[in-house]
């Protein structure tokens, strides 16, 4: 009895998630129209909170130096790493590149702080002195994130909007073609902002990642709580979740940029993917804290949205249990076709949890198709099959990322470069 309730709970968790996504996805073929305004010369400002990233973050500075934009600089925040990070920060373009190091105590306490950091020595300094903050926009780029070269030019009409806040850019991997794994995660990534992003543009929910989010320095003046350390990001370990949501909050609109993506490393072991992940979960369960917030200050129809999409790691570990319960119902009904003397499993064992766990596939696959066209419709769609045995990896990093929560590890689980 106890399998049979398990099974059915798994059951109605995966035919609602399919109803969302299938909604979700139709919401994404609309067109959403970009109200206009006059238009401004502006300033970016790309922020790269690192540590310990030698590895990658040339390649990024190089690509942000170069970019065909008049208006810009780079500020490398260096949160006290022991490498040479700092090293190669100072010898980026002096033009484009500036360096802010962090020292102990006050360095590697997440990157929401090295953020604040940021933003507070770029008002010291004097750098954005005679701007309105209006038109000046904030890039958040990981050290390892490579933009796309017309990404200003796709961004700023955005911004055009008063009433825009943000928007954050498409995510891919550079490294895609580097196995198995790293073609997944591309393909996770695409569809996440292909899919759930597209269509929250027309719900009024649009999310920010941890790389390519653009921001208006005035919206982001309008989270920054009062004193010497705070600043627009909060200490979770998805601060980018959290300030999203705020921004929507304060009555900001998100906007989502198909037109332009930033690219990062994928990473290519399983283990440390988990580990990723895992933090990734630990502050999602974080940011429960905001479903106050989101019923008091944010509208309906994105409130709906906001908090199915906070509950996704409540979702993701009864959904766990679904191979469980289903491999022990299979032995249920093997046994008694046993004892019966008759088979007693029909085709439907095998059409339904076909037609329960892969119809999204086929959505999935069309879409990762329209960005990659070298591999094909039918290969992109066998890939989608893999992708969602791929989805399993959640169920891993649920688990291990309510045992840190519940064991109060807070700590930030950075992912190593290769």
């Not at 933090?279 to 309906?300: E, K, Y």
């Not at 990659?372 to 989805?391: C, N, Q, T, W």
């Amino acid at each position: 009895m106890t399998s049979e309730v398990l099974l059915g709970s798994a059951i109605a968790i995966i035919v609602m998630a399919g109803c969302y996504n299938t909604t979700m996805f139709l919401l994404s073929r609309r067109r959403v129209r970009r109200v206009r305004g006059p238009r401004h010369k502006r300033l970016y400002v790309f922020l790269l909170a690192c540590l310990n990233e030698e590895k990658v973050l040339a390649e990024s500075l190089a690509r942000i130096t170069a970019l065909p934009a008049g208006n810009f600089l780079a500020l490398v925040i260096d949160d006290a790493s022991d490498d040479g990070t700092a090293d190669i920060a100072r010898a980026a373009d002096p033009e484009r590149v500036r360096l802010l190091q962090r020292t102990l105590p006050n360095a590697r306490r997440g990157k929401g702080a090295a953020l604040n950091a940021g933003i507070r020595h770029l008002r010291e300094s004097g750098l954005m002195d005679g701007y309105d903050p209006h038109d000046v926009i904030v890039c958040v780029v990981d050290a390892d994130g490579r933009l796309d070269e017309h990404v200003v030019q796709s961004v700023d009409p955005f911004f055009d909007n008063p009433r825009v806040g943000a928007t954050q850019v498409g995510v891919r991997m550079y490294n895609r073609h580097q196995g198995l794994l790293a073609r997944l995660q591309d393909m996770e990534f695409v569809i996440y902002g292909d899919i759930f992003q597209c269509a929250r543009r027309y719900i009024g929910s649009v999310g920010m990642g941890g790389n390519g989010q653009f921001m208006r320095l005035a919206a982001l003046d309008s989270l920054a709580v009062p004193g010497a350390e705070a600043g627009p990001w909060s200490d979770s370990l998805t601060e980018d979740l959290d300030l999203g949501v705020r921004l929507i909050a304060r009555g900001w609109t998100n906007q989502h940029c198909t037109a332009a993506a930033v690219s990062q490393q994928a990473v290519l072991d399983v283990r440390r993917l988990v580990r990723q992940r895992s933090r990734w979960f630990q502050g999602h369960l974080q940011s429960a804290g905001l479903v106050p917030l989101i019923l008091r200050s944010v509208p309906t129809r994105a409130a709906v949205d906001l908090l199915y999409h906070l509950s996704s790691p409540v979702l993701i570990l009864l959904t766990s249990l679904l191979p469980l319960s289903f491999l022990v119902a299979v032995a249920g009904t093997v046994i008694g076709s046993v004892q019966a003397g008759r088979p007693l499993i029909t085709p439907m064992w095998i059409i339904g949890p076909y037609v329960l766990s892969f119809t999204a596939a086929y959505a999935y696959g069309f879409v990762y198709r329209r960005r990659e066209r070298g591999l094909g419709l039918l290969r992109s769609i066998l890939l989608s099959h893999v992708f969602i045995f791929y989805g399993y990896i959640w169920f891993a990093a649920g688990w291990w990322g309510l045992w840190r929560m519940l064991t109060g590890k807070q700590t930030w689980l950075k992912t190593a470069r290769t």
